[in-house]
């Protein structure tokens, strides 16, 4: 079987990540422009590298030098999209995941009228791609939280935060609308306590009355509330949009046969699937809800969210995998880093420079679960791997063990499809060089386009196609057909 002729084809990148701008044209300060990278960068210690305080964010906000501050700088989209997209347009690119930053609008968060020159920027970018036929699959909230709403409200803790997003996106709906009609909410909105600041605009050290869990907790209902409300918007406004949510895809295996693994692994299952359950199937399990309450969490409803939540579920169900990880009880088990997480590793895996385990069989069993579980179309919109690329001598970037992970992947996702999936689109992770979202490097690339940028900002910013580019053009005008 082949895929279907509507299968979309693409790439995906994060306005916070690539955009850069920061100080232009009205743009507010955003969390992750207060993220330092550090020296330590190479450990890949997600936690460590995302952790703030009133004192650090201060401090950066203060400092006006980018050097050590990548995000604020990006890959400098902002000003070169029109090359950029091109290059996208030249692989044979049908679709193109973006975010919409929130402060570019809303620069606090709090205004009561959009910045008029971010609107003016993205309806441009709208409209080329619309040009270059590159459908645009937009998220709404990609780990950019305006920073004020963080200080002042600690973000998505105050439930007040629901009606500042429901603005933003009537705004994004009502600009935008005519040329968008594939959104997501949140991006990967499991991520809340593995990363409250960039994910919630939770500052740990001001949660004085709660323990960070329920902090966690309260801030991710309020997001579900928000994503439901938002998708009734949507509707409301354009009929013929689809609203989809987005979740981190985190395979996971019990590292053996011993019970005690195979339930731990379950229980970090439940966690994760509670996200795509409530956002999907409109309600939380009872079951997550008795093991929410033995973490001594309570979930915050309030009146009319749990018909909100019901009647609003989710068009489509998108998720993110680079890899998978395996679950012990057994504490001294020898751990890797991954997509925001420590797991155990799998000893019949390879892994990636930054520990990251490469598994494209993961990828099809994770399809065929999703599939299973919601019986709504799928949309794989993050895929890739980060590595270290040599520009050689003649300027030609030779990165084979790229094309053999996609090669892998693609091969993984073409069975499950054939074993039944109703699969929407493909766009891989970063198909132009951006500044990672982990560790904030550049040298950590994942693009078929390589930018000429290294970690402290210095290069000529030139765009060049890898030898990876071709393949994934043979690739898309073959609709997977071709993947030698």
């Given at each position: 079987?082949?895929?279907?002729?509507?299968?979309?084809w693409g790439?995906?990148?994060?306005a916070?990540?690539?955009?850069?701008?920061?100080?232009?044209d009205g743009?507010?300060w955003?969390?992750t422009d207060?993220?330092r990278?550090?020296?330590?960068?190479?450990?890949?210690?997600?936690?460590?590298?995302?952790?703030?305080?009133?004192?650090?964010i201060a401090?950066?906000?203060?400092?006006?030098?980018?050097?050590y501050f990548?995000?604020?700088r990006?890959?400098?989209f902002?000003?070169?999209?029109?090359?950029?997209?091109?290059?996208?347009?030249?692989?044979?690119?049908?679709?193109?995941r973006?975010?919409?930053l929130?402060?570019?609008?809303?620069?606090?968060?709090e205004?009561l009228e959009p910045?008029?020159?971010?609107v003016?920027?993205?309806l441009d970018?709208?409209?080329?791609m619309?040009?270059l036929g590159?459908?645009?699959?937009?998220?709404l909230?990609?780990?950019?939280?305006?920073?004020?709403?963080a200080?002042t409200?600690n973000g998505?803790?105050?439930?007040a935060t629901?009606?500042?997003?429901?603005?933003?996106a009537?705004?994004?709906?009502e600009k935008?609308?005519?040329?968008v009609?594939?959104?997501i909410s949140?991006?990967?909105i499991?991520g809340?306590?593995?990363h409250?600041?960039t994910?919630?605009?939770?500052?740990?050290?001001?949660?004085?009355?709660?323990?960070i869990s329920q902090?966690?907790?309260?801030a991710?209902?309020h997001?579900?509330?928000?994503?439901?409300?938002?998708?009734?918007?949507?509707?409301?406004l354009?009929?013929?949009?689809?609203?989809?949510c987005?979740?981190?895809?985190l395979?996971?295996?019990?590292r053996?046969?011993?019970?005690d693994?195979?339930?731990?692994?379950?229980a970090?299952e439940?966690l994760?699937?509670?996200?795509?359950?409530?956002q999907?199937?409109?309600?939380y399990?009872p079951?997550?809800l008795?093991?929410?309450a033995?973490?001594?969490?309570?979930v915050?409803?309030?009146?009319?969210?749990?018909e909100l939540?019901?009647?609003?579920?989710?068009?489509f169900?998108?998720?993110?995998?680079?890899m998978?990880m395996?679950?012990s009880v057994?504490?001294?088990?020898e751990?890797?880093?991954g997509?925001?997480?420590?797991?155990?590793?799998?000893?019949?895996?390879?892994?990636?420079?930054?520990?990251?385990?490469?598994d494209?069989?993961?990828?099809?069993?994770?399809?065929?679960?999703?599939?299973d579980?919601?019986?709504k179309?799928l949309f794989?919109?993050?895929?890739?791997?980060?590595?270290?690329?040599?520009?050689?001598?003649?300027?030609?970037?030779?990165?084979?063990?790229?094309?053999e992970?996609?090669?892998?992947h693609?091969e993984?996702?073409?069975q499950?499809?054939?074993?039944g999936?109703d699969?929407?689109?493909?766009?891989?992770?970063?198909?132009?060089d951006?500044?990672?979202?982990?560790?904030?490097?550049?040298?950590k690339?994942?693009?078929?386009i390589?930018?000429d940028l290294?970690?402290?900002?210095n290069?000529?910013?030139e765009?060049?196609?890898?030898?990876?580019f071709?393949?994934?053009?043979?690739?898309?005008?073959?609709?997977?057909?071709?993947?030698?």
């Open positions: 079987m082949a895929l279907s002729d509507t299968f979309l790439g995906a990148l994060a916070n990540q690539a955009e850069g701008g920061w100080g232009e743009r507010g955003v969390v207060v993220l990278r550090h020296p330590n960068a190479d450990n890949d210690d997600f936690a460590a590298l995302h952790a703030v305080t009133l004192e650090s401090e950066a906000k203060a400092d006006p030098d980018p050097t990548p995000k604020r990006g890959i400098d902002v000003h070169r999209y029109r090359e950029d997209l091109a290059l996208f347009a030249e692989m044979g690119f049908s679709v193109l973006v975010s919409i929130w402060s570019r609008l809303y620069p606090t968060g205004e910045n008029e020159a971010g003016a920027y993205y970018l709208f409209e080329e619309q040009r590159i459908q645009p699959l937009v998220t909230s990609h780990f950019d939280a305006p920073l004020e709403l200080v409200r998505w803790l105050d439930r629901i009606g500042l997003f429901e603005r933003f009537r705004t994004c709906f935008f609308g005519h040329l009609k594939m959104w949140f991006n990967e499991d809340m306590e593995r409250p600041f994910s919630g605009g939770i500052i740990e050290e001001t949660v004085t009355e709660t323990s902090a966690c907790y309260t991710l209902h997001q579900f509330v928000a994503g439901a409300s938002v998708t009734r918007l949507l509707r409301e354009h009929p013929d949009a689809q609203m989809g987005m979740i981190t895809m395979t996971t295996y019990p053996t046969c011993h019970p693994d195979v339930a731990a692994t379950r970090k439940r994760l699937y509670m996200c795509s359950d409530v999907a199937g409109g309600s399990s079951i997550v008795r093991q929410l033995e973490m001594g969490v309570t915050p409803f309030e009146e009319g969210d749990a939540l019901r009647e609003n579920t989710a068009d169900v998108s998720f993110s995998y680079y998978s395996t679950e057994d504490p001294d088990a751990r890797t880093p997509n925001t997480v420590l797991g155990v590793k799998n000893p019949y895996l390879g892994s990636s420079e930054w520990g990251w385990q490469i494209p069989i993961g990828l099809r069993i994770s399809l065929l679960d999703l599939y579980r919601y019986r179309p794989i919109v993050e895929n890739g791997l980060g590595m270290r690329d040599t520009v050689d001598a003649d300027g030609r970037i030779r990165d084979d063990y790229r094309v992970y996609f090669r892998a693609f993984q996702m073409i499950a499809v054939d074993e999936v699969l929407m689109g493909y766009t891989s992770w970063g198909p132009i951006l500044v990672s979202s982990s560790t904030s490097q550049m040298s690339r994942y693009g078929f390589h930018v290294d970690d402290l900002g290069g000529t910013l765009r060049r196609r890898k030898d990876s071709h393949w994934y053009r043979q690739v898309i005008e073959s609709n997977g057909s071709n993947l030698n």
